[in-house]
C-alpha cells in the first residue's frame, strides 16, 4: 500500500485481493498511464506516483499486462528524506491473474528488494527477499486473485460501489494474508489539475482480522474515485497523527482503444 509512495504513505497495505472472486476486471488498460504529486502536511510538493500498463508478450508467446509504477520524494523533501521506489506487475492478460510482482526501494542509501511469484495450481505465493538476500516463504494462498498495493487502488475503480456498499478484499501483509473491508462513504466533488470530478469516497478498513501496522497506530486511507464513463481514483489520502498526506492526479493518458 509495495511499500512505494503509498509505501511511504501506506507502508502496511502491500498485496490486495477480493475473496471469492471468478471474475475481474484489470485495473489500468494497455498504455494507460496516470501521475500523481504528492502533498504532505504544509509542504504542497514532497513526491510524485507515476503509474503505467503496456502489453508484453512472454517467451512461450503468452500475452502479459505489465504494470509498473514508479514512487520518490522531490524537491526539500528528497533532501530531508531521499526515497525511491519502483514496483513491477505482470498479469495474465488472458485470466487476469497476477503471475509475478517485484518492488525495490532506496531509503537514505539503504536498498530493499523482494519478488513474490503466484503459483495458481499449488494455492503458494512464493515470496523471495533479494536485498538483502533470504529464504523463499511459500505463502499459502486464499482464494481470490492478488494485486500489488498502488494496482489494487486503481483497480477499486472497476468495482460496483454506491454509497454504503462494503467490498471485502485479502491483503498479503508480509508473509500473511488478512482481511480488508473497503467502505463506500459517500459523495464527493474533487477538484485537480485534470479537471472537476463528481467521486465515490472508499475507505479500507482492517475490521475483521487484529489491525497492522498504520491501521494499528489508527491512520485512516481514503481513494476518491471520480464516476461516470471514465473512472479515475483522482486522490488518495493518509492521515497520521502529524497530519496527512495527500496524492493528486496532474496528468492521465487513456489507454489504447481494442486493447486489455
Known amino acids: 500500500m509495495t511499500r512505494a509512495w503509498l509505501l511511504f504513505l501506506l507502508p502496511a497495505l502491500p498485496v490486495v485481493a477480493a475473496p471469492g472472486s471468478s471474475v ?4 489500468l488498460g494497455d498504455n494507460e498511464r496516470l501521475v500523481y504529486h504528492v502533498s504532505w502536511v504544509f ?7 507515476s503509474v503505467s500498463a503496456h502489453g508484453v508478450t512472454d517467451p512461450q508467446g503468452k500475452h502479459l499486462l ?24 505482470l498479469y495474465d492478460a488472458t485470466t487476469s491473474r497476477l503471475i509475478w510482482l517485484g518492488e525495490s526501494s532506496e531509503k537514505r542509501g539503504k536498498p530493499n528488494a523482494h519478488s513474490v511469484r ?18 523463499v516463504r511459500r505463502i499459502p494462498m486464499p482464494q481470490g486473485y ?6 489494487c487502488l486503481l483497480e477499486a475503480r472497476t468495482w460496483p460501489m454506491n454509497t454504503g456498499d462494503t467490498h471485502d478484499a485479502l491483503v498479503l501483509f508480509e508473509d500473511e494474508f488478512y482481511l480488508l473491508t473497503i467502505h463506500a462513504l459517500g459523495h464527493e466533488t474533487v477538484t485537480t489539475p485534470t479537471g472537476t470530478y463528481d467521486t465515490l469516497v472508499l475507505e ?9 501496522g498504520m491501521f494499528k ?25 502529524i497530519g496527512a498526506g495527500v496524492a493528486t ?12
Open 66 to 89: 505489465r504494470i509498473d509504477s514508479k514512487t520518490g520524494t522531490r524537491g526539500l523533501a528528497r533532501l530531508l528524506l531521499p526515497f525511491e521506489a519502483r514496483a513491477e506487475s
Open 43 to 49: 509542504l504542497p510538493a514532497v513526491g510524485e506516483i
Open 204 to 212: 479500507p478498513r482492517m475490521e475483521k482480522t487484529a489491525p497492522l
Open 24 to 27: 475481474r476486471q484489470l485495473a
Open 217 to 241: 497506530r489508527g491512520s485512516t486511507v481514503r481513494v476518491w474515485i471520480s464516476q461516470g464513463a471514465v473512472r479515475l481514483p483522482v486522490r488518495f489520502q493518509v492521515d497520521f497523527k
Open 146 to 151: 492478488p494485486s500489488d498495493l498502488i494496482t
Open 118 to 135: 503466484f503459483d495458481y495450481a499449488a494455492k503458494v505465493a512464493e515470496y523471495s527477499a533479494t536485498t538483502p538476500a533470504g529464504p
Open 249 to 260: 492526479l496532474v496528468e492521465y493518458q487513456p489507454p489504447t482503444p481494442g486493447n486489455p
